[in-house]
């Protein structure tokens, strides 16, 4: 059994196992979560069309075009991405460093290898791996997030790590 507390410690494991072998679904973390989203180094936000090209809208996100090597500006409302659009990456846009959600994601994630997430959450690391391939590549998946999880110290991290188990695997 986990010990009791380190819910998040195993999601967050679990989330490095998925994305370190490429067990994300692309298309649905592209097209329905904010992963591809720039966030800026300097302030935490998400960096906005506006940021770059002032008067431009401030409701638009800002996505990096691998295949272009530049910046594209994404309606929040009604966007559909290109397979040429980076998940990972840091990137400089006019003066501003830059990385994608999904990379900064990946940089707390990757503090949390099976092997150290065995020592805090009593899970062997062996069962921590499968869990996460077994997570990623079972259809259908999903976590219960009841009101438990809402009585632990840090309880909103573990319910948005539980919810972007989910999202980053379609």
């Known amino acids: 059994p986990i010990k009791p507390g380190t819910d998040l410690a195993l999601m967050l494991s679990m989330l490095q196992v998925i994305m370190s072998e490429n067990l994300y679904d692309r298309d649905f973390t ?3 979560t904010v992963a591809p989203f720039l966030v800026r180094r300097d302030t935490c936000c998400f960096l906005r069309e506006s940021d770059i090209f002032p008067g431009e809208s401030k409701d638009n996100y800002v996505v990096w075009d691998q295949e272009k090597e530049e910046t ?10 290109s397979e040429n659009t980076a998940l990972f990456g840091k990137y400089n846009v ?3 460093e830059c990385a994608t959600a999904l990379h900064q994601l990946r940089g707390i994630c990757n503090q949390y290898v099976p092997e150290k997430a065995e020592k805090i959450t009593g899970v062997s690391h062996v069962k921590i ?15 219960h997030l009841s009101s438990v999880m ?17 999202a980053l695997t379609g």
């Open 30 to 32: 592209l097209n329905h």
């Open 94 to 96: 006019k003066g501003i």
């Open 72 to 81: 594209v500006a994404v309606s929040p409302r009604t966007y559909s991405l």
């Open 150 to 166: 809402a009585r632990q110290q840090n309880s909103e991290n573990t319910i948005m790590a539980g919810g972007t188990l989910v």
């Open 129 to 143: 791996r499968r869990l996460a391939e077994d997570f990623a590549t079972i259809k259908p998946a999903t976590i």
